[in-house]
């Protein structure tokens, strides 16, 4: 596997459901983000990690859960979804550290439909 | 604060015409700009980038150069594919931020 890789790559679930997406890269990044891509608004930063600590929440709802336990993967734990957080999950990573130069790198993401 | 500003879509274009996307930004410092290709059903790919003002980015025939004077970083290609078709975003990175574009739609027609 090259680049970041997330699965499953859909994900149907109802409203009481718990579920979990996961994000792996192999690029030997040290930075990890969620961000949540819905139909005509701008792509949503949720969360960000950076050598595994989590630095950055962009006032997400409880409903999601992140969880990095090393550099190379990273979940979002997901229960009690409303239709409206139905949408196209992005996982990206990147070096930190190297200031501007810094470049995201995309997984193919998780298309989530809640029920 | 900064942002990222590109033209609204969608954009219809006859193959092997020449294409513009408008993309400015705002940012304090010296910010690194990038394009950012998206094909349907899949994430986001790194189409080019530039680091420093007056910086080309070019690939895949994409070309985006670095305008501090405008705050600019307009993407162009001299003939379109109907394989470029995708949603395109454009992005900065300020060092402690990244911010996207809202993306602009492009369909290349036969």
């Known amino acids: 596997e090259t680049g970041v890789t997330q699965t499953p790559r859909h994900l149907v679930m109802g409203m009481t459901n718990k579920k979990s997406l996961k994000c792996e890269q192999h690029l030997g990044h040290n930075a990890m983000y969620w961000y949540k891509q819905s139909a005509k608004k701008p792509l949503e930063l949720m969360f960000v990690y950076n050598f595994k600590e989590q630095t950055e929440n962009n006032s997400v709802p409880s409903r999601f859960s992140p969880e990095c336990p090393n550099s190379s993967h990273l979940f979002l734990h997901l229960h009690t979804l409303q239709p409206e957080d139905s949408a196209l999950y992005l996982c990206?990573?990147?070096?930190?550290?190297?200031?501007?130069?810094?470049?995201?790198?995309f997984g193919p993401g998780t298309r989530l439909l809640v029920l | 604060g900064d942002s990222v500003t590109q033209m609204e879509g969608p954009v219809t274009l006859s193959e092997e015409a020449f294409l513009t996307i408008n993309c400015t930004y705002t940012a304090t410092g010296y910010p690194s700009l990038f394009w950012y290709v998206q094909y349907p059903g899949e994430g986001l790919q790194l189409l080019l980038k530039a680091t420093k003002a007056d910086d080309k980015g070019s690939n895949k025939g994409f070309e985006a150069t670095y305008r501090k004077e405008t705050t600019s970083f307009h993407l162009e290609k001299g003939s379109v594919q109907v394989s470029d078709s995708a949603v395109y975003f454009c992005?900065?990175?300020?060092?402690?931020?990244?911010?996207f574009g809202t993306g602009t739609s492009l369909t290349v027609i036969p």
């Open positions: 990206a990573s990147s070096q930190a550290e190297q200031g501007v130069g810094e470049t995201q790198y």
């Open positions: 992005a900065l990175n300020t060092g402690n931020q990244f911010y």
